[in-house]
């Protein structure tokens, strides 16, 4: 009997999921396993430390952020359905939407739901790490606020940055295989 509240368990676990996204059952499947692999104290859900060892994750600059925003009001673990709601995004199934914004909160650094052009730094800086010097990185700010914050208030507005990001793939960088 103790099985059968197992399976019982994992079906909820799974219905749940389809709930979340548009999974398709192989996603799932990987999903559950992903997650398993990655709750190597088996409590059933995952810590920050843990979410750092997923490898489709882990070459990816922004990753500090991803966990952050993983984890609202620093809390300490997520369960099986917030890592799916967090895969969901990086899903091929995931709209442009969804993903732009996902990453306006990526940008976000300080999370007060706007981007200023400090956040935007420290964007910019992740991304070209050393291969900009700061005089070109300030011009280059400078531009992107001067053609983007659309009130000239020094933030960007999720409208704001949605312009600054039509032209990128955006999708693309945020869609992984798993």
């Not at 676990?13 to 996204?21: F, I, L, S």
């Not at 996603?27 to 859900?45: A, N, W």
């Not at 673990?77 to 732009?100: D, V």
């Amino acid at each position: 009997a103790e099985s059968d509240s197992g399976g019982l368990s994992e079906l909820r676990q799974v219905e749940e999921m389809k709930m979340v996204a548009n999974f398709t059952d192989k996603e799932i499947t990987r999903i559950l396993q992903i997650f398993s692999k990655l709750d190597t104290d088996q409590t059933g859900s995952i810590s920050k430390e843990e979410l750092y060892n997923l490898a489709q994750f882990k070459h990816n600059p922004f990753l500090h952020r991803i966990v952050a925003i993983a984890f609202p009001h620093d809390s300490e673990s997520i369960t099986l359905k917030e890592f799916a709601q967090l895969m969901s995004i990086f899903s091929i199934r995931a709209s442009r939407e969804q993903k732009l914004r996902f990453a306006y909160r990526v940008y976000d650094d300080d999370d007060d739901g706007r981007i200023s052009r400090e956040d935007l730094r420290k964007s910019m800086k992740t991304i070209v790490q050393d291969a900009m010097d700061e005089e070109f990185l300030e011009e280059v700010l400078q531009k992107v606020m001067e053609e983007a914050d659309s009130d000239e208030d020094g933030y960007l507005v999720f409208e704001d940055f949605s312009k600054v990001v039509m032209n990128t793939d955006i999708e693309g960088k945020l869609t992984i295989e798993f």
